[in-house]
């Protein structure tokens, strides 16, 4: 055990840093957005709120590139999903009663709902890492800001 070969492989971003690859750092960059997105119209309630809560600051920092609007609306989409699966299980409970052929209970099963909360979350986490809204999602991540002067007050 713990011989050569065994463990995590480096990463080949990691790699390349560590050879100086001038690549390696900009594999992840992405355009400055000079102009404003509105939030698409058909988009949801709690899609909207979550999109008006974090696009500008995405914007701002240079991690939302023109190339990742789309991504980003499928993101509050998902977000949407989530919280209408989410409040069904806080309003339904997360276990169904599992009863015998008198009635009793003899157990309880997940709920569909809280099953499909569980892959929503699980799924709109992988999207939100993608633009580094959790600590492992900004490992690597290389937003290119504009200089100060060129930052526009987003307040």
């Not at 929503?120 to 002067?149: N, T």
Request: net charge negative.
């Amino acid at each position: 055990m713990g011989g050569e070969g065994s463990g995590r492989h480096p990463d080949p971003l990691a790699i390349g840093r560590a050879l100086g690859e001038e690549n390696a750092l900009k594999r992840r960059e992405v355009p400055v957005m000079d102009m404003d997105v509105e939030c698409p119209e058909d988009m949801p309630e709690w899609g909207r709120r979550f999109w008006a809560t974090y696009y500008d600051g995405l914007r701002a920092s240079g991690v939302l590139g023109y190339m990742d609007v789309a991504v980003w609306g499928m993101a509050c989409m998902k977000y949407h999903q989530w919280r209408e699966a989410w409040q069904m299980e806080q309003d339904k409970g997360a276990y169904i009663p599992t009863k015998d052929k008198d009635g009793n209970v003899i157990g309880a099963t997940d709920a569909p709902w809280a099953r499909r909360e569980e892959r929503l979350f699980e799924s709109l986490r992988r999207i939100l890492a993608r633009f580094g809204m959790d600590p492992v999602g900004r490992i690597g991540l290389v937003a290119l800001v504009p200089e100060p002067e060129e930052i526009e007050d987003v307040t």
